[in-house]
């Protein structure tokens, strides 16, 4: 991706999607007679979903460059923020861990 409206368009692509709790809101609706209800509030779920996925993906990259502009930019800036993306990796792997581990 070379520009912003890129990286936009690419995020809110992912995140238009229907989750399984706007699936659940079309079968209700369905099954109750409210087909239109379930049909706009599944497009408003996807919306609102979208909305915030794009404003917090732009918020951190923006947040994430001015904190590099301020920080110099040298040998020990890259190695702090290497670990830091280590460290937030093996966070997501122990927590995935552990919930994997009680469902087994």
Partial sequence: MTNWRDAV???GSVAVR???????LLI???RMGLD???IVGAFVMGAGT???TVLVAIGSVAMRESAFMQVA?????????AMIEALAGAI???????????VI
Avoid: Y
Wanted: glycine content about 10%; aromatic content about 6%.
């Fill in 36 to 38: 239109m209800a379930g």
């Fill in 73 to 81: 930019s040298g040998e020990g800036t890259a190695r702090v923020a």
């Fill in 28 to 30: 209700l609706t369905w």
């Fill in 18 to 24: 229907p989750c399984t709790g706007a699936l659940f």
């Fill in 92 to 102: 997501v792997v122990a927590v995935s861990l552990s919930l994997l581990m009680r």
């Fill in 9 to 11: 368009m690419v995020m």
């Fill in 50 to 52: 979208a909305s915030v």
